[in-house]
Antibody, heavy 118, light 110 residues
Framework: EVQLVESGGGLLQPGGSLRLSCAAS????????MNWVRQAPGKGLVWVSR????????DYADSVKGRFTISRDNAKNTLYLQMNNLRVEDTAVYYC???????????WGQGTLVTVSS | QSVLTQPPSASGTPGQRVAISCSGS????????VNWYQQLPGTAPKLLIY???QRPSGVPDRFSGSRAGTSASLAISGLQSEDEADYYC???????????FGGGTKLTVL
């Protein structure tokens, strides 16, 4: 079964750091670009970051550029998102998604909630 | 303000056909394929339609997608209560160089 399982979310104060993980199984992880998409409470979906299958290229939304770092370990079938200098507006459920084409994401993980609050 | 524009809500009665629009521009829908996602209450989004009009295995043929010019549409025929969900369109935007999503449409089955 193709599956993505995120972990690492939690509650923290503004300015804090957190690392999200996404464990992939059931498909050849190293063959696919991977992305993070987030959804603030009661709001819509927003693309956050993407990484090439071999890790040689990364891209970020302007809102997180310079603060978030996406990475992957193909030997462990795991995707990461290092989030630094977190802001209240980063509060959201973060989804790990497999990119089949631009804007074509399948599957999605179950999501992990990150809450930034003082 | 989302780059792709969707109506915030839509509704229909069981058995009806409803359509949800997604309006963009030449830098996104006008040049790239559109994908649709269904998000049932309290769950993660799920791929519903890819490359404008293709259904993944397991998605009923009651769901169909189309694209014309700088707009796309998701149609649901034979509406069922379990179709009550949020629906999002998505496409690549080459002016912003990112994937853009619509703001989402909440479908209510009356």
């Amino acid at each position: 079964e193709v599956q993505l399982v995120e972990s690492g979310g939690g509650l923290l104060q503004p300015g804090g750091s957190l690392r999200l993980s996404c464990a992939a199984s059931g498909f050849t992880f190293s063959s696919y670009w991977m992305n993070w998409v987030r959804q603030a409470p009661g709001k819509g979906l927003v693309w956050v970051s993407r990484i090439k299958n071999d890790g040689s290229y990364t891209d970020y939304a302007d809102s997180v550029k310079g603060r978030f770092t996406i990475s992957r370990d193909n030997a462990k079938n795991t995707l990461y998102l290092q989030m630094n200098n977190l802001r209240v507006e980063d509060t959201a459920v973060y989804y790990c998604v497999t990119e089949r084409g631009r804007g074509w994401f399948d599957p999605w993980g179950q999501g992990t909630l990150v809450t930034v609050s003082s | 303000q989302s780059v792709l524009t969707q109506p915030p809500s839509a509704s229909g009665t069981p058995g009806q056909r409803v359509a949800i629009s997604c309006s963009g521009s030449s830098s996104n829908i006008g040049s790239y394929t559109v994908n649709w996602y269904q998000q049932l209450p309290g769950t993660a989004p799920k791929l519903l339609i890819y490359t404008n009009n293709q259904r993944p295995s397991g998605v009923p043929d009651r769901f169909s997608g189309s694209r014309a010019g700088t707009s796309a549409s998701l149609a649901i025929s034979g509406l069922q209560s379990e179709d009550e969900a949020d629906y999002y369109c998505a496409a690549w935007d080459d002016r912003l160089n990112v994937v853009v999503f619509g703001g989402g449409t909440k479908l209510t089955v009356l």
